[in-house]
């Protein structure tokens, strides 16, 4: 690869050991602009690692993770959200006692001085804004609401709306149907394909069913490794893969 790429997201040959094991192994991945990307595999195959080490969570032994081609790998974890990647960890982080208005109204980016911060009001811009990303996650009707009243869907999708309120360039999920309705995954399956409009959306998940309805690539790792990549269809009929992971 030249140095420069028009990918989102290019991951070239990360590795991480953890006490001489390799959790991810001479990983490359690549992510495009508009792309909902899914990583399925077994436990312990390296999913969740692989995006920490995105987040700068953890530190890579080797390898590249260029962002928009910047490297992130040299970056602090908060360097990395000022760059443009937000992520959704499982356990919704939301304020409980805060209204659903608030909750978003904390997340806006107030500007990175002290002024900035001082200066920040409720302006006109930013009830705006608002308004736009809680009819995005459904929440329109619910903004006077007490974020802890809200149904356990509801606080996922309210997660995603405060993540999407600093307009990420990339946004990952790490299992976001988990513990929802029938119809709560249907809902979140049509947010995620609206969200991936004009950004990167990498997902991790178990739910096959749930899966086939969103991504747009499929990646299979296994033991640090991939095994294999591609569109849903041809994953699903790797006999690798139904070896390893679907057979099961
Ligand atoms: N900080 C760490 N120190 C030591 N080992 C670790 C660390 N983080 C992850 N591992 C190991 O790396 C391997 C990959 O773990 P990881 O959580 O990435 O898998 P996963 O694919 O997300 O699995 P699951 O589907 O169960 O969430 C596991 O064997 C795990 O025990």
New binding site residues.
């Given amino acids: 690869m030249s140095a420069n790429s028009d990918f989102t997201l290019a991951i070239e040959d990360l590795t991480v050991s ?1 006490d001489g094991f390799k ?1 991810v192994d001479s990983l490359n991945l690549y992510i495009d602009k508009n792309e909902l990307h899914v990583v399925i ?1 077994p ?7 692989v995006l920490d080490l995105i987040c700068g969570k ?1 530190k890579a032994t080797s390898g590249s993770i260029k962002f928009l081609n910047k490297e992130l790998t040299d970056l602090s974890e908060h360097d990395i959200v000022r760059a443009g990647v937000g992520r959704k960890f499982q356990t919704p982080s939301i304020y409980e006692n805060l209204t659903v208005m608030e909750n978003l109204e904390v997340s806006y980016p107030k500007g990175r001085s002290v002024l900035g911060a001082l200066m920040f009001k409720r302006s006109e811009q930013v009830m705006a804004k608002i308004n736009e990303i809680a009819k995005e996650i459904m929440l329109e009707d619910e903004l006077d609401t007490e974020a802890g009243l809200l149904s356990h869907g509801q606080k996922q999708w309210l997660e995603i709306g405060m993540l999407l309120i600093q307009n990420p360039q990339l946004l990952m999920l790490d299992e976001p149907v988990a513990g929802m309705s029938v119809k709560e995954r249907e809902q979140t399956a049509e947010l995620l394909n609206k969200i991936s409009s004009g950004r990167s959306v990498l997902v991790i998940e178990h739910d096959m069913e749930f899966v086939e309805q969103i991504a747009h690539k499929v990646t299979v ?1 296994h033991q640090g490794k991939i095994l294999a990549m591609g569109d849903m269809a041809s994953v699903q009929s790797d006999p690798k893969v139904v070896e390893v992971y679907l057979g099961h």
Avoid: C, D, P, S
């Fill in positions: 953890f959790a595999g436990n312990g195959a390296g999913k969740t690692t953890t790792l």
